[in-house]
């Protein structure tokens, strides 16, 4: 499946019994966020995939709108079953200052200043 929405490209694929990667790029932002989720719900739903894998590395920008949409599909889903598996660096600095240390099973990767 793919789809471009706007600003915003989603392909999904099965790849494994009960699971589909999904690759999302452009920008995630109020605009692009509602048409997300009504793309990504049927795959989060009691019908969908057992997990949802997301790869964000192609989504160049994200707003508080785009990090609501993903809350939302993980909610959805259901504990545990949707992981971010890869961001964009501009979407990890998101995660980070938001303080959210683990969203969607992302571990931010921290950098540390050495001096």
Do not use: K, N, W
């Not at 966020?33 to 994200?62: H, K, N, S, W, Y």
């Not at 508080?64 to 979407?91: C, D, F, M, T, Y």
């Amino acid at each position: 499946m793919h789809h471009h929405l706007g600003e915003l490209s989603i392909s999904a694929e099965e790849t494994a019994p009960a699971e589909v990667f999904v690759r999302i790029s452009g920008e995630l932002d109020i605009q692009t966020a509602t048409p997300l989720l009504r793309t990504l719900r049927p795959f989060a739903g009691e019908q969908g995939a057992g997990l949802l894998l997301l790869d964000l590395t192609g989504v160049r920008f994200c707003d508080h709108a785009g990090l609501r949409a993903l809350h939302a599909l993980g909610e959805a889903a259901g504990p545990g079953r949707v992981r971010i598996v890869g961001v964009h660096p501009s979407v990890d600095v998101i995660l980070r200052l938001c303080r959210i240390p683990e969203f969607l099973g992302y571990t931010t990767q921290e950098t540390t200043c050495r001096g």
